[in-house]
């Protein structure tokens, strides 16, 4: 691969080059890997016109692609650039390893909740699962590749890890892009997808690509209906997520009951935390995975730093509670059974507000409370 593969061509500016980017292995660089890596760089430089060398430049419904892309990159709202990405295509002469087929379902595994509950959702039901994790410079790699590492382990899973080295981007983005990372699951499922070209050769097997997001989080642009069913169809195979009916709650309590059992595998081997060193207990992503925990009837972490329960920094008191009553009802509830399961850690205002609210609700609580208990998910 030289620098001139692939590029954001930029009026009088220097262009990105693909090219000067590490990616390994290097024969996953297909088009769409390509394509996706470009609109990422697009993201963080608030650039629209994409030059783009692939091997294939006849790819179908253009026009439907550049508005996908630039949906993509509509989220989160407020930056400061309306994209429309235009994508010109080039032929390149490049020379590749060429590709196999193997089409394992391939799930996208970050260590987290979801991709861990993903991985045991394949096995269940009867596929053959192959974990892949990209290492795209996130500030938190190390404690991700530990967690995906031992949960592979535990679950007899192949793991297969990818470089992509973006750091530099993230760098240069955060200040307004934060914990976002520009159509960050369309480059996931591009790399997980090009797996499917190499390996071993099952032709008969389904291909499916994993990327397992909850129905609380498909308001996000590449974690939408949207994204699943456009991206499914340019890549042409079935990347979706298994979780798209059930809340993280539901998820949990399911886990509990079905595969902790079978499988061996307990939320506290994952990691959500956005902290270098992980289970900080102050972060928002802690919070939220404490009060699923606890909502789905399992106990508080006893590795957290700090118990998230005790508002460390106000998230509770500033944030969630002023904003309680516009919550969609399910999340209200699974907070107040949350709260209630985590009662003694409370700050004293916020165990009056749960019993309050829960004496002025006690009929519903409980009915989610059984609602979340009966969930099945396969
Ligand atoms: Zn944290």
Redesign the pocket.
């Known amino acids: 691969m030289t620098s001139e593969d692939s590029r954001i061509g930029l009026v009088g500016t220097t262009p990105i080059n693909v090219g000067d980017i590490t990616i390994n292995p290097k024969n996953i660089l297909t088009d769409w890997v390509r394509i996706s890596l470009l609109t990422t760089l697009a993201g963080y430089s608030f650039q629209d016109q994409l030059l783009v060398k692939v091997f294939n430049p006849s790819i179908k419904d253009k026009n439907s692609l550049e508005s996908f892309l630039s949906y993509l990159l509509q989220y989160p709202a407020g930056l400061p650039h309306i994209f429309n990405i235009k994508l010109e295509l080039e032929k390149s002469c490049s020379l590749l390893p060429p590709p196999d087929a193997s089409s394992r379902v391939v799930v996208l595994a970050s260590g987290g909740l979801d991709s861990a509950a993903g991985l045991m959702w394949a096995l269940e039901s009867g596929r053959k699962p192959m974990a892949c994790w990209v290492d795209y410079g996130q500030p938190y790699r190390d404690i991700e590749l530990q967690a995906v590492s031992q949960i592979t382990r535990q679950l007899q899973v192949p793991l297969e890890c990818v470089q992509v080295d973006l750091s530099r981007y993230i760098r240069l983005g955060q200040p307004i892009w934060g914990h976002i990372f520009p159509a960050r699951n369309f480059l996931l499922a591009c790399i997980a997808a090009a797996f499917q070209f190499t390996g071993a050769i099952h032709p008969h097997e389904r291909s499916e690509v994993l990327l397992c997001a909850h129905e609380d989080e498909m308001f996000v642009a590449d974690k939408s209906a949207r994204f699943y069913r456009t991206a499914s169809e340019h890549l042409k195979k079935d990347i979706h997520t298994p979780f798209a009916a059930f809340n993280k709650t539901e998820l949990l309590a399911y886990w509990r009951r079905k595969w902790a059992d079978t499988y061996g595998l307990y939320p506290q081997q994952t990691v ?4 270098e060193n ?10 939220k ?1 404490t009060l699923s925990l606890l909502a789905a009837g399992w106990p508080i972490e006893s590795d ?2 700090i118990n ?1 329960l005790s508002d460390p920094v106000g998230i509770l008191k500033n944030d969630y509670l002023p904003r309680f009553s516009s919550f969609p009802l399910k999340r209200q509830l699974d907070m107040l059974v949350a709260f209630n399961a985590g009662a003694d850690f409370l700050p004293p205002a916020i165990k009056e507000f749960t019993e309050q609210r829960i004496s002025q609700n006690s009929e519903t609580v409980e009915l989610r409370q059984q609602e979340i208990e009966r969930t099945i998910i396969l």
Not at 272 to 275: D, E, V
Not at 278 to 287: D, H, S
């Open positions: 959500t935390c956005y902290a992980g289970k900080c207990g102050t972060c928002k992503a802690c919070l995975r957290l730093k998230p």
